[in-house]
Structures are given as C-alpha cells and as structure tokens.
C-alpha cells in the first residue's frame, strides 16, 4: 500500500514539473486568459450579479431645484432605540458623503465603488413644500421608483424625504 502511495506521489511530482516547465516556457498568456475567464465564469456559475454602475432619476412639477445627498460610503448600525428588534430599521452612518443643490429634471450615473455601496437621499429646498418623483436602476433593473408630496421642516426639526440605501445584494428604503 505504501508503495503505491509513493509510486502515485512520483508521478505527480514528474507531472507536476513539466507543467511547471511548460508554464514558464510561454504559456503565461494562456493561463492569464483562462484567470480572467474563470473571474468572469464565477458570475455565471454562481448567478450572482456584481453591479457596475446605479442610475437616478429626480422630478417634479412643482419645484425647479432640490437637495441631493450622495454617499459611496457609509455604515449601517442597529437603530440604538431599539437595538435587539430585528424589524427596527437599522440607522445609517455617512462616512463620507456630497451634499448639493441640483436643477430638475436631474439624471446621473454614477459607477459602484468597490465597497459596492450607494446612498441618496433628497428632498426639496428650505421651507418648501413639493411633490417629486424618484427613480433609482441599477445596471438596467428598477429597485426603486416613489412619487409623493414631502412636506418641508416641521417644528420638531423634522423633514420628509426620499432615501435611498443599498449594499450589494441589499436596499434598505425609506
């Protein structure tokens, strides 16, 4: 038995170096090519899509201009009101992000990062009062599509707005 263990163990090593020499000789190429395949095949085998790119869309009828949050990095933490309630949505920390004003209709692309995280969030100017439509594609799918009337800021400091939240594989909206 230990015999054919060694024997089996000899003709892998012998095998083994003339794939290695053969490697060397030239074939780099062709094995570069056949890495870069099997990354591209790992989406295939696996079904799982790895976006590139979110697509959005802002409207309205009543207002020309909008605010616009934007955050390719952030952190989802349990909402500290209720922290052991799994229905409780979790509360969103930006670690950075870019606020602006923005001319409606407003449509932009914006390419993933690799932390494969997107926020938005809008809502209308200072002390107005709108009705706005948003729309949100990722790649080419429809996650997010609303159309409603936000209110401005209320005496408790309270505004209504559209969010937008997603990390690969998952959005969160409110």
Not at 41 to 56: K, N
Not at 69 to 97: I, K
Not at 147 to 158: K, T
Request: proline share 6%; aromatic share 12%; glycine share 4%.
């Amino acid at each position: 038995m230990k015999f054919r263990l060694y024997l089996v163990m000899k003709i892998f090593e012998k095998s083994w170096e003339r794939t290695t020499l053969k490697v060397s000789r030239g074939s780099n190429a062709l094995i570069l090519g056949l890495m870069v395949l099997s990354m591209g095949a790992c989406e295939f085998l696996t079904g799982v899509h790895i976006p590139d790119h979110v697509s959005v869309e802002i409207g309205s009828s009543d207002v020309s201009n909008v605010t616009v949050v934007q955050s390719y990095h952030f952190l989802m933490m349990p909402n500290p009101e209720c922290p052991d309630d799994p229905s409780c949505p979790s509360v969103v920390y930006l670690v950075n992000s870019d606020t602006s004003s923005v001319a409606l209709p407003f449509e932009r692309t914006y390419p993933f990062t690799e932390r494969h995280q997107f926020f938005l969030e809008t809502y209308p100017l200072e002390g107005e009062e709108a009705t706005l439509t948003m729309k949100i594609m990722i790649d080419e799918e429809e996650w997010y599509n609303d159309f409603r009337r936000l209110l401005p800021v209320n005496e408790a400091g309270d505004r209504e707005k559209f969010q937008f939240v997603y990390q690969f594989g998952e959005s969160v909206n409110n």
